[in-house]
């Protein structure tokens, strides 16, 4: 599921009419979403509360026994309305990769007027009791330009380990008890990042400028589209250079991206289908290639495959993945016709439960008396085409696909042998995660967990 923090700052690209999707850095963003899901670790309770005249976000977790939890404060200023409950909405939190496969949809680009206040976002969260601290701020300079900055510092091991055991958040020591060094991952503590973000954006092209302030580290990415396709979609081609003046090293990668929209035999002449998305990066200093296919079946199921591969030591690796909408069933919630795509087609009727036939039955009763459907010859050649989930993700307003949405099932299995499987629902105010990893070699499951999030309707 997604941070708090990760939603407003989409909140407020669609609010904003910023297309992060045309960044080199979410190239390929779909197949990410949907081979690279995290299982949950362990048993996971977590609470958020949000006060929308502040924007005041309270997150608390326990984890088995520890007890953690994060303040943060939220501000926009935008010329559009921003919703702040998007980080209440479960389908926003849920880490759909339907959203990216079309990311030539992005969302309308708004018209920057320099007579208005400038758009911006501030977000600020304090963890309890690593005492971390994250910030992040997006500056809209002009109609194509956008300032990001992110921050996140890590305390000093003391004195917050004494004042930890005063407020009793960390046990007291004991003579003779070990315990583990502290995470590395965010870093040593005392340590501070800095990072500086200069996007310019232009309806073909979109490059970035970074600086990080910790290592050092300069660099630069670019995306421009190369080519449109006659038959719709893009070819895009992209790049990537940084150097780090403190390690005295550097790298570099290119990408390719090519969208179909209305799948990839439509392409070639074929029949429309789903939209689809293909990808390739390649690491020359490191060797390294990757390229990976997503497809969307259905309006419910997307499939994808990647493959990647190191030159120089000629280690490869074949994944497969799949991502299943789960909904309500038609008579659960209304009887109004049909909604996914094979319904839409013709092939669903909806069933009489008045009736109760069989073929036994002497006499079938009559059948309810229809207007025939007359279609047109254009109407005949042109297929259904299914709703993007792009154009569902701009809306802010929750819709009565919010009801009918169950959850989300993700499945990945690897050519190294380990499958993992995910869950993602809601249920009233919860989100529940479900999901475990196993080698199918050695027949046992490595990871298994369970997280649930509640998402309290505060009304400040």
């Not at 990945?412 to 499958?419: A, E, Q, V």
Request: charged share 20%; with cysteine; glycine share 8%.
């Amino acid at each position: 599921m997604y941070d708090a923090v990760t939603v407003l700052l989409r909140e407020y690209w669609r609010t904003t009419g910023w297309n992060d999707q045309s960044s080199y850095l979410n190239l390929s963003k779909a197949s990410d979403v949907l081979l690279d899901f995290a299982v949950p670790h362990g048993v996971s309770l977590s609470s958020l509360s949000i006060s929308p005249e502040a924007a005041f976000t309270a997150h608390t977790r326990i984890l088995t026994v520890p007890l953690s939890g994060t303040i943060a404060y939220s501000n926009a200023r935008t010329n559009s309305p921003f919703n702040f409950k998007c980080v209440c909405d479960p389908l926003q939190r849920m880490t759909r990769a339907a959203l990216f496969i079309e990311p030539d949809a992005g969302v309308p680009h708004s018209v920057f007027d320099p007579n208005k206040s400038r758009e911006m976002l501030v977000y600020g969260g304090v963890h309890i009791p690593s005492a971390c601290v994250e910030a992040l701020c997006a500056l809209r300079l002009s109609d194509d330009w956008q300032l990001l900055t992110t921050a996140f510092s890590r305390a000093p091991r003391f004195p917050m380990v004494p004042l930890g055991r005063l407020l009793g958040l960390i046990p007291p020591k004991r003579s003779g008890q070990v315990y583990p060094p502290p995470d590395m991952s965010v870093g040593p503590p005392g340590a501070t990042n800095l990072l500086f973000t200069l996007q310019h954006q232009t309806p073909k092209t979109t490059s970035e400028y970074l600086y990080s302030l910790d290592d050092a580290l300069w660099g630069a990415r670019v995306l421009r589209q190369v080519h449109e396709f006659s038959r719709g979609g893009s070819l895009y081609s992209g790049a990537e250079i940084f150097f780090s003046a403190a390690e005295k090293s550097g790298g570099v990668s290119s990408g390719l991206r090519c969208t179909m929209p209305h799948g990839a035999s439509f392409m070639f002449g074929g029949p429309k289908s789903g939209p689809a998305v293909w990808t390739m990066v390649l690491n020359p200093m490191m060797g390294y290639l990757r390229s990976d296919y997503i497809a969307r079946v259905d309006d419910d199921l997307m499939i994808g495959t990647r493959f990647d591969l190191n030159a120089y030591s000629y280690q490869s690796d074949w994944t497969l993945g799949a991502e299943y909408i789960l909904r309500r069933s038609p008579e659960e919630d209304t009887n109004e016709g049909p909604s996914s795509m094979r319904e839409r087609v013709g092939v669903w009727v909806n069933p009489n439960s008045t009736s109760n036939v069989s073929l036994r039955d002497h006499e079938l009763p009559p059948a309810l008396p229809t207007k025939p459907h007359q279609v047109s010859p254009q109407q005949s050649e042109t297929p259904v085409e299914p709703e993007s989930d792009a154009k569902a993700l701009s809306s802010s307003e929750p819709s009565a696909s919010t009801s009918m949405f169950l959850g989300l099932l993700k499945a990945r299995l690897s050519m190294s042998g380990i499958l993992s499987l995910l869950w993602e629902g809601h249920w009233r105010r919860c989100l529940v995660s479900v999901g475990l990893q196993s080698h199918l070699q050695s027949h046992a499951v490595s990871h298994l967990g369970v997280e649930i999030k509640y998402l309290s309707d505060t009304q400040g």
